[in-house]
């Protein structure tokens, strides 16, 4: 089974700031990876696709990258509805997969 | 409106069953995998299982193979999610979630997700 590690668990950052995530597979999965944020009580949102593809309606400050193992997300100027906590998920192979999450909160 | 509402979680003793369900509106529903996601009280995300649009083929994760059955009735537009032999650690919020590409099961991502239903296990 394919285990997704993200980095880092939690961060603190201002609005404005570069945020960077970091998700890790335990085997090459191509470019089969998806971001969801989540914020609390409400169901999770798609946010990239396929590694790069950013969804329909999202704003443009969400960027992901990385393909085999190693991925990034990346929102470009924290703002304050961004605060929320964000999945990587394998979907290469049978048992999907989520990473731990990592929430990012205000500082 | 694409939507998708989940129902029939509740309280259930160690051992016991439950049936979940998902309606689906919006979408030719026969045309998507589908899946249930679960969320532990405080915790991450855990994908549970899938399922093809045709219901030809079906996914779990190790956690719960052999104690959950996933399937669908297309006429119906409704997912299923049935627990058998569940236990403390089955208490979640369970979503289920549409896979948004109708080729390549997982590629495209879950787009559209319910708003979930609470499922406790304990005596």
């Known amino acids: 089974d394919i285990q997704m590690t993200q980095s880092p668990s939690s961060v603190s950052a201002s609005v404005g700031d570069r945020v960077t995530i970091t998700c890790r597979a335990s085997?090459?999965?191509?470019?089969?990876l998806a971001w969801y944020q989540q914020k609390p009580g409400k169901a999770p949102k798609l946010l990239i696709y396929?590694?790069?593809s950013l969804q329909s309606g999202v704003p443009s400050r969400f960027s992901g990258s990385g393909s085999g193992t190693d991925f990034t997300l990346t929102i470009s100027s924290l703002q304050p509805e961004d605060f929320a906590t964000y999945y990587c998920?394998?979907?290469?192979?049978?048992?999907?997969?989520f990473g731990q999450g990592t929430k990012v909160e205000i500082k | 409106e694409v939507q998708l509402l989940e129902s029939g979680g509740g309280l259930v003793q160690p051992g016991g069953s439950l049936r979940l369900s998902c309606a689906a509106s919006g979408f030719t529903f026969s045309s998507y995998a589908m899946s249930w996601v679960r969320q532990a009280p405080g915790k991450g995300l855990e994908w549970v299982s899938a399922i093809s649009g045709s219901g030809g083929s079906t996914y779990y994760a190790d956690s719960v193979k052999g104690r959950f059955t996933i399937s669908r009735d297309n006429s119906k537009n409704t997912l299923y999610l049935q627990m058998n032999s569940l236990r403390a650690e089955d208490t979640a919020v369970y979503y289920c979630?549409?896979?948004?590409?109708?080729?390549?099961?997982?590629?495209?991502?879950?787009?559209?997700w319910g708003q979930g239903t609470t499922v406790t296990v304990s005596s």
């Open positions: 998920q394998q979907a290469n192979s049978f048992p999907w997969a």
């Open positions: 396929a590694a790069s």
């Open positions: 085997q090459g999965i191509s470019s089969w």
């Open positions: 979630a549409k896979d948004q590409g109708a080729q390549w099961l997982g590629y495209y991502g879950m787009d559209v």
